[in-house]
């Protein structure tokens, strides 16, 4: 994994466990579990050791799906265009080592010795509920994006409602470059010089110096709130930043623009043209 690619990773992670609907769903779940006693465990435990097992099965298979769920959404980024087929395939790829996790969990509080038939039966019943967590987590994630997008919209009004006036320019507002206004829809922490866009369904990536996030805007209208940040549209689903671009490649006929962190993004043969004057240009 590339600089750029572990940073992501990590931003991911970080904004898992930073969101407040991901530990109330968790929570539920492990409440749930510890009061239906699905899988046996209503007969063999009781209240307290269940909830402690389910505790910490809960916990452990979702971290676990969580890293797959990253790492597909990181390697099979330039593959499948969608997200969630993404997060769907990295949660199915989580089901053996939820199902070894499980089994060994299951031994240090019931005692049945490790077999590949518990392994076996551990993973398959970690499949559906693998795809149920999907489900719930997706939904949650991006109602929780989609709310903190309002309010840091909302935020950018009204500090430009109230921004000061300057005295020197006889009342008229500073001349200052305004940011694009696309900053406005991204975490403050995220808000950096905008490196590249890629179009993924009604959302838009928005990778900037400090972080990537998956915005609700469509890519047109991204494309309309860069104001002055200078790039280009190299494909009808990506563009650059200047500052991001390092190089032109080619590779089985096809035109590939290379950026700073690694990254490579396809030109498509309509935009090729425009993409090699304006590299041209930038050289």
């Known amino acids: 994994m590339n600089g750029g690619k572990l940073h992501s990773a990590l931003r991911e992670l970080q904004d898992f466990a930073s969101s407040r609907n991901f530990w109330i769903v968790l929570a539920a779940i492990v409440l749930l579990f510890t ?12 209240v307290l050791p269940r909830f402690g097992f389910w505790l910490v099965s809960i916990f452990v298979s979702t971290g676990i ?10 390697y099979l980024d330039g593959l499948i265009a969608a997200p969630f087929p993404r997060m769907f395939l990295g949660s199915l790829a989580s089901c053996p080592v939820i199902g070894l996790s499980t089994m060994f969990i299951v031994y240090s509080w019931r005692g049945p010795e490790p077999s590949w038939q518990a392994y076996l039966e551990n993973t398959a019943q970690a499949l559906p509920i693998s795809v149920v ?30 921004a000061p006036f300057s005295a020197e320019a006889g009342m008229q507002p500073s001349r200052t470059p305004e940011p694009p206004a696309l900053l406005s829809r991204l975490k403050p922490e995220n808000r950096g010089p905008i490196l590249r866009l890629s179009a993924e ?4 990536m928005t ?7 998956l915005i ?32 032109l490649a080619s590779r089985d006929g096809k035109l590939l623009a290379r950026l700073k962190d690694g990254t490579e993004l396809p030109v498509s043969r309509s935009f ?8 041209a240009s930038w050289n």
């Open 65 to 74: 799906a969580i890293v797959f769920v990253i790492l597909a959404e990181l």
């Open 272 to 279: 090729a043209s425009e993409v090699k004057a304006k590299v």
């Open 133 to 162: 967590f999907t489900l719930i987590f997706w939904a949650s994630m991006r109602h929780e994006k989609q709310i903190r997008m309002v309010t840091d919209a909302a935020n950018a009004s009204a500090a430009a409602v109230s």
């Open 216 to 247: 609700l805007i469509r890519f047109s209208d991204a494309l309309s709130e860069l104001a002055e940040t200078e790039g280009t549209q190299i494909h009808r689903s990506h563009w650059i930043a200047r500052a991001a671009f390092e190089a």
């Open 207 to 213: 990778v900037t110096s400090r972080g990537r996030e």
């Open 35 to 46: 009061a239906i006693g699905p899988f046996g465990t209503g007969q063999h435990l009781g």
């Open 201 to 204: 369904d009604h959302y838009t």
